[in-house]
């Protein structure tokens, strides 16, 4: 007789699936545990403990070989992150392998992954705004993509939920184009960005310049450390002080005993139940073995990565969705954004050399949007808006590089503070266009034998309005503020360099027009949900993760409630 596991159905099968474990995935984790549901966090990458799997989080430049920089080998395998720069031997093994994950760009477009457990939580920015009433109403208003489903005070008291748990310093200035989040203490601006704040806020009626608000811990929350101003973020927080899904989350999704991690599970597509009219699992191929496998569950939630979250939709067809799961709209796909990035100015400024900082501080000045925010700030050069990211610093040893002069007076001036530089670089938003996209190429597969995406996007004359204006007032703001040697810079940067990849798997009201509706459930498959960018119906102009967070947080809520009156 044969050795069958007859068993093998129920031990794979959970009240909840949550198809990765990044900053929105994490947050579904914590959510659906902490409500009682036992939930597999299923992760295309190798597992990493929050400390115990942060190698290089006291190195120092020296203690590698060519001083950190990568070798040929890590360029070719991270090719995408090598033309972006970010890339060392300090944070390579947090970025995935573009070789194992190939995409092809019908567009210039920089796709950044990281496949782990954390995901990207691991190396973000941590730049943590609330969107405002006027990003939510702005589609509805002038006519660009759909109208959101939802409105800022829907999703009000879950930034607040989400803000308390994770811990985001920062100033209040009750600005309606910025909505104020709870707040731990802010960090300080040094004496040139409060210069270049005094000058802004002199000459301009509705502009201002503040600390950038941040996921970073001021005092201590919850058992983690507060921040040590070390600014080695992208190599993990031994201290937990800023946010990622491996000190925060995760954790508070383990302590409920809920909570199963299966790592190197790459999602092959979600299983639909033509007979019952919903989603009855996710199948998986083993990253390591190859193995084809299934797990069940009563609702799942896809929180991969907007373009990986829309891949695997795409990859789930059956006879009731053809084109892919909840793409009877055939919008699945489409509607791809990103924020422009590096376009600004930077310049010099004298007076300030008998001062200096404490510290490398890990976070910058913000700009908030103001243009298009009221009768008076309208434009008839573009809609929506940007806001500036930036700061200031004194140049160190560096300075030194390439430069002709020795000896001991030399190396002695190499220890003396250089001079004061500051930048401010745009970010923009980018509207909702269907014909940014992404599709299935079945021509190029990934290692795992799958279908892999093509990218087709592009900035458009409304992001390309908005940055030329972003460039001269970059310049107009330093050269009122008396900097000099003032360089205003664009560096063209195509789409997917801002990191902040959004849309694809839209929102909206109608099943016509929208992949989701308001509770971010798949159309024609409610026991589906997407909470990541990938959601989103436009994409304002602030630093997005803070509203996946809050989504997320909702519509795992809802999903119980659904769950507990017997409607999924």
Known sequence: MANLNIKAAAQNTYDAIVIGSGISGGWAAKELCEKGLKTLVLEKGRMVQHIKDYPTVNNETWDYELRGAGTAEDHREHSVMSRIGWVGKDNLHFYASDIDNPYTEVKPFLWVRGHQVGGKSLVWGKQTYRWSKMDFEANGQDGHGIDWPIRYDDLEPWYTHVEKFAGISGEAMGLPQLPDSHFLPPMELNCVEQHLKQSIESNYENRYLIIGRVAHLTEPLNGRGKCQYRNRCSRGCPYGAYFSSNSVTIPAAEKTGNLTIRPYSVVESIIYDEEGGKASGVRVIDAETMEVMEFHSRIVFVNASALSSTAILLRSTSDRFPNGLGNDCGELGHNLMDHTYKVGAMGGIDGFDDKYYKGRRPNGIYIPRYWNIDARSKTDKFVRGFGFQGGAGRSNWGSGINNADFGADFKESLFKP?????????????????????????????????????????????????????????????????????????N???????????????????????????????????????????????????NPSLTYMAITARAADHAVKELNRLNL
């Open 418 to 490: 250089g001079p004061w530089g500051m930048f401010i670089t745009a970010f923009s938003e980018c509207l909702p266009y269907h014909e940014n996209k992404v599709y299935l190429n079945h021509e190029v597969k990934d290692k795992w034998g799958l279908p892999t995406l093509s990218v087709d996007a592009e900035f458009k004359q409304n992001e390309l309005a908005q940055n030329k204006q972003a460039m001269e007032d970059a310049v107009e703001m330093l050269e009122k503020a008396g900097f000099k040697d003032i360089l205003p810079f664009d």
């Open 492 to 542: 063209n940067s195509p789409m997917g360099h801002g990191i902040h990849e959004m849309g694809t798997a839209r929102m909206g009201k109608d099943p016509k027009t929208s992949v989701l509706n308001k509770w971010n459930q798949v159309h024609g498959c409610t026991n589906v949900f997407v909470t990541d960018g990938a959601c989103m119906t436009s994409n304002s102009c602030v």
